[in-house]
Every structure is written in C-alpha cells, then in structure tokens.
C-alpha cells in the first residue's frame, strides 16, 4: 500500500477526481474538465459501496486501466486516460488498487457528463478506439539504460503526460506526429506549452535541472511558478515523486525528438 501511493501520486489520481474548488472530498469526483468536445465530470472512485468503487475487484479496475471499460462492459470516455495507462506494470497496477481501498469513503453520485453532439453518445467510443487507441503494456528499450526507461514510462504511461501536452485531431484522436508538443486547446481551455526539445518552442534551452525544478517546485527557469492545472499536477503528483524519478523524466524528455509548434499559433 506504501508503495501503492507513489504509483497514485504519479498517475495523478488527486486533482482529477477531487472537486477542490466545490467543495468536494478527496477522491470522491464532481470535478467539472472543460475540453473542446465538452465537459466531463470526473467519477467518485473512493471505497463507497453505492457511489464510488467499493462492490468494484481487483479485475475490474485493472479492466478499466487497460482496457478503458466499465464493470458492465461499456466504453469509458477517453477523458479517463486509459490510452496511457495501459502501459501500466501489474505491480504498479496491483498496488494502486490496494492504496485505493485504504482511503475513506465518500458517498457522493456521479454526474453526467455535458458533453455536445456527437461526442455524448457513448457507443461510438468504441469506433474512436478502433482508430485510436492500442493497448498494451510499456516496453522497455533495451539499448537505453535504467533511468531513461523509468522516464519514458513516467511519461507515456504512468504519468500520462501525452493527455493533455500532444495536441488532437478533429475527433479527439492525438496528433501522434507531434506528440508532447502542446496545444492551444488543453483541459479547461488553457494553453498547454511544447514540452518536446525543441531550442524555439519547446524547451530544448532547457537543463535536465531546469525541468526537475519545475517538475518539484513548479519554477521555471525564468523565476515563473506554473499555475492553473500544472500548478495542481506539481502539489499533487510530480511533487511528491522521488528525486530520482523527476530526474529520469528529465533525461527521457531531452532525448526525444524535437517539434517546432508555437502554442500561440493555436495548433
């Protein structure tokens, strides 16, 4: 369960399913996530028995990390980012489950999402999956060392930092050619900056201490603290992460290839 709670603090499970600004108790949901296709209201996924996940096993949330299902075989939205946490080890799946039972119970109901016309109807999740998502727990390179493949699975599954800094298509898909090169239209409407090495747009001028420091502090190297959402990602997960991890974050995210994508261009 210790261990547990880092792979929580990691996959940032607080700030989405937690309604802060409502009021709401920790992990019980109602958090409101303004997107272009409209707004979703995060579930409850405390141990309640009525309104969280607490008649949920094992099986079924494993299921719907890797899968993106419910306990009654439906699409989950892809809001919920499945799409990269199907990488997710089963040691690190395994034990964010039993940190999960240990919170406390909040008996909260989910709201319906308020989403616009196609996006609401849940069926044709399926065919944005056939399009989009593949499944499939990450990979490690074997021609990279340790700490390169601990960032690059922060990132692309645990951390599922591709979510909300790669910009998407028309029907909500990732731009798979610029991937982690921000976009104009992230969660609540804002800005999400070019996180690819990138010396223009992104932050190749950027050291790897530069990037531990916004990653566990939330500076950036011009004195600036993040605000808004990354603001919560920093107190609520990448903060809490071990040393070593944000620094194996930074190493995987200078190796990748460099995106030239002005954010303001409104791509």
Not at 28 to 42: C, D, S, V, Y
Not at 93 to 98: I, K, N, P, Y
Not at 231 to 242: D, S
Request: hydrophobic share 35%; glycine share 14%.
């Amino acid at each position: 369960m210790a261990r547990g709670e880092r792979v929580f603090a990691a996959a940032g499970c607080y700030a989405c399913h937690t309604d802060v600004k409502g009021g709401g108790g920790p992990l019980a949901g109602g958090r409101a996530l303004k997107t272009p296709f409209g707004i979703f209201h995060t579930p409850n996924i405390t141990p309640d028995r009525e309104t969280g996940i607490g008649a949920w096993g094992e099986a079924d949330f494993i299921r719907a990390l890797r899968e993106g299902l419910a306990r009654d075989g439906g699409h989950y939205f892809p809001a919920f980012p499945y799409a990269s946490y199907s990488g997710m080890s089963d040691r690190d799946a395994a034990d964010l489950w039993a940190y999960l039972r240990t919170v406390p119970p909040a008996r909260r109901e989910n709201r319906p999402h308020d989403l616009g016309f196609p996006f609401g109807i849940r069926a044709l999740v399926g065919v944005w999956k056939w399009l989009y998502f593949a499944p499939g727990r990450f990979r490690p390179d074997p021609a990279r060392g340790e700490a390169w493949n601990r960032g690059a699975y922060l990132v692309q599954a645990l951390g599922h930092c591709g979510e909300c800094h790669t910009p998407r298509d028309l029907l909500g898909g990732p731009k798979r050619e610029m991937v982690l090169a921000g976009t104009s239209a992230g969660p609540e409407g804002g800005k999400v900056p070019n996180i690819t090495p990138d010396e223009e747009t992104g932050i190749g001028k950027w050291s790897e201490g530069d990037i531990v420091s916004l990653l566990e502090i939330g500076m950036t190297p011009d004195g600036d603290v993040v605000g808004d959402t990354m603001g919560e990602v920093v107190r609520h997960a990448t903060g809490k992460l071990p040393k070593e991890d944000l620094k194996a974050i930074a190493i995987y995210l200078k190796s990748i290839p460099a995106v030239r994508n002005r954010v303001s261009s409104g791509r």
